[in-house]
């Protein structure tokens, strides 16, 4: 399998499962066991879930790499109080790829026989476009509440809250959401790609990765857009790095991380300075954070440790949550959440669910795309910051 993208291939064309950057991914196919998750103990919930399945699992991983073997794709809504549920979907087949090699990893009950689903590429189906309109927020109401979310922090009830809007639309019966994934995937090849349950985006923010004990994560907030020719870019890229103001919302949230990370490592370092980070439409700010375990937390367990970060809550946490609730007139359902897979070992590789839109059975489709308030916040600059995040969907589908 050279070319990564036929991963994309041997997906579903209307339940896809992935997981994938530049040339590494994971590929599921068919469902095996599902579980679902809500309010506020869904996150720890499915790591005790998680623990008894493997513990009555027969498992037969000869490769023992990360993506091998028994594992579960995973989307949990973003607030306690969503209607939307939290998911674990153990496939039937997976195909990993990393560095060239390729593995399958089938899964079936005790006492069935193994899936004998062929491993068919099977090509994209026609071509679709649809329009994504203002939702339950339109601009001008966005502007309104950027306003008074300023207001807030003005008043010291919070440093931080994000706020966001929706774009809604109708995806046409029986169409392929491979062709939208495809699209995410080549044109965002640094971010990762991801499809479970309907929920579709390309993250460029790693919430947390356990591998063998160590664990990394990378914080973005803060963010400018592209310039239009090299010296643009340069001048724009030196903007971002040198705001206060987006300096300050970064900060907040590797705080945030710190914090949370911290009571289960023995060791966490961090980029000296924040980075700049470059995207084909925007520029973020960037830390990196390294650390080792020390009370054997899995994947699962370290996010319910760490969601919500203030990058897409803000500080403190629960003011900024119910702000969040009073100034937002929708359920961010799984935006904004953890998506990703943990394995039968609890390592695991799980992204803030951003730049990304939710596809309900029915064909129904909402977009969500949300930044940082702080005191220095304008909400016209913000209200065009949300339309450079929702850029990579709307071009996806549209």
């Not at 992935?18 to 869904?42: D, V």
């Not at 591998?211 to 020719?229: C, F, W």
């Not at 970064?250 to 949370?260: D, G, N, P």
């Not at 669910?353 to 016209?380: K, N």
């Amino acid at each position: 399998m050279a070319d990564i993208r036929q991963l994309i291939l041997l997906l579903d064309r209307r339940t896809p499962l992935l997981w994938m950057r530049r040339n590494q991914g994971l590929a599921g196919i068919g469902c095996a066991l599902r579980l679902e998750f809500s309010g506020p103990t869904r996150m720890t919930d499915a790591a005790a879930a998680w623990k008894q399945v493997v513990a009555l699992a027969t498992v037969t991983d000869p490769l023992a790499r990360a993506g091998s073997g028994l594992l579960a794709f995973g989307a949990f809504a973003f607030d306690e109080t969503s209607a939307e549920t939290s998911v674990l979907i153990v496939p039937e087949i997976i195909v990993g790829r990393e560095d060239g090699h390729c593995w399958v990893t089938r899964i079936w009950e005790t006492g069935q026989s193994a899936p004998e689903n062929p491993l068919t590429l099977h090509p994209l189906g026609d071509e679709y476009r649809i329009a994504l309109l203002p939702g339950t927020l339109p601009p001008e109401d966005f502007r309104i509440a950027v306003s008074a979310g300023v207001s807030q922090i003005h008043s010291q009830r919070i440093n931080k809250v994000v706020l966001a809007r929706d774009l809604v639309g109708r995806v046409p019966a029986e169409s392929d959401l491979r062709r939208a994934i495809t699209k995410l995937a080549l044109g965002y090849p640094d971010c990762w790609t991801y499809a479970v349950d309907g929920l579709i985006g390309s993250s460029p923010e790693t919430l947390i990765r356990a591998d063998h004990g160590s664990v990394n994560a990378r914080v973005l907030a803060g963010t400018i857009s592209r310039g239009a020719d090299a010296e643009e870019d340069r001048e724009a890229a030196l903007a971002l790095a040198t705001s206060s103001k987006d300096g300050d919302e970064h900060e907040f949230a590797v705080q945030s991380v710190l914090k949370s990370l911290r009571p289960h490592t023995s060791a966490l370092a961090t980029s000296e300075i924040p980075f700049t980070v470059k995207l084909p439409n925007l520029w973020h700010l960037a830390t990196d954070l390294e650390g080792t375990l020390s009370d054997g937390s899995t994947s699962l367990d370290l996010i319910a440790a760490l969601h919500p970060t203030a990058a897409v809550a803000g500080t403190p946490t629960d003011a900024a949550l119910a702000l969040i609730r009073e100034l937002e007139p929708f359920d961010r359902g799984r935006y904004a959440g953890p998506v990703g897979w943990v394995g039968a070992d609890g390592d695991g590789e799980w992204a803030i669910a951003l730049r990304c839109a939710q596809v309900i059975p029915a064909g129904g489709i909402t977009a969500y795309a949300g930044c940082g308030i702080v005191l220095d916040s304008d909400p016209d600059r913000e209200l065009a910051e949300t339309k450079m995040k929702f850029r990579p969907i709307v071009e996806a589908f549209g």
